[in-house]
């Protein structure tokens, strides 16, 4: 299990050093263990990486499916922690994607889901 996060973790700071397709490995192989072990924790937070990942390698359809996996098991899995901070990648990658008012509307609205759920959650 900790591998897995860990091997997650390096991926992130890959991609913050700027190296997307070895951050993408690094959290795709970190995924796949984390499913071998049957484990939810930090699933939603592994999902949230690979779309934040995908988006900044250009990959906005795959980023938009990643970040709605994310969501999905946030819910499924009642860990609530990071919720705001999914919806706020979820508006990110939506004014990525779609076109015109639709998608500035929808990206919107997710970044107003975002605050309101941060609020709830007593966040500054």
Known sequence: FWRAFTIVI???CRLEA???DGALSC???GLELQRSFATRM???TTLQFRAETLLQAGRAPEAAQAIDAAIEACASSG???WESELWRVK???LRETGTGRDRRAKAEECFRHALELAHRQGAR
Do not use: N
């Open 42 to 44: 930090f699933k939603t």
């Open 18 to 20: 700027g190296d997307i």
């Open 27 to 29: 959290i795709d192989e």
């Open 91 to 93: 508006g990110t990658v």
């Open 79 to 81: 860990d609530r922690q």
């Open 10 to 12: 390096h991926g992130r």
